[in-house]
């Protein structure tokens, strides 16, 4: 069982940035597709982003935009979430997942992935 543990959410006011990581133990990572949902209080589970096991392809969900930016260090072991000119509606627990092989390309739904993190909280105030 893969264990996943996110870090680097906060609050930050509307316009700011956060970096997201998420830190998996030394293994087969690099053969996992890793993602970020987020949950807001009363909604359901959301895809955010997903990158391809060697990093070559990522995929945003639709209400991303520009402003999120799914990256991975395999020699680290890591996958990140940079986010950027950040509103309130983005505040939301953000969940880092890992996708097994052979799942299918690219796995935007929660039901789509096999590990999960603890989340962590990102807070934007106006």
């Known amino acids: 069982q893969v264990q996943l543990v996110e870090s680097g959410g906060g609050l930050v006011q509307a316009g700011g940035s956060l970096r997201l990581s998420c830190a998996a133990p030394?293994?087969?990572?690099?053969?996992?597709?890793m993602g970020w949902l987020r949950q807001a209080p009363g909604k359901e589970r959301e895809f955010v982003a997903v990158i391809s096991g060697p990093g070559a392809s990522t995929k945003y969900g639709n209400s991303m935009g520009y402003r999120f930016t799914i990256s991975r260090d395999n020699s680290k072991n890591t996958v990140y979430l940079q986010m950027i000119s950040l509103k309130p509606e983005d505040t939301a627990v953000y969940y880092c997942?890992?996708?097994?092989?052979?799942?299918?390309?690219?796995?935007?739904?929660?039901?789509?992935?096999?590990?999960w993190g603890q989340g962590t909280q990102v807070t934007v105030s106006s």
């Open positions: 030394r293994g087969t990572f690099s053969t996992f597709m």
């Open positions: 997942a890992a996708a097994r092989p052979p799942r299918r390309w690219p796995p935007a739904g929660a039901s789509e992935y096999d590990t």
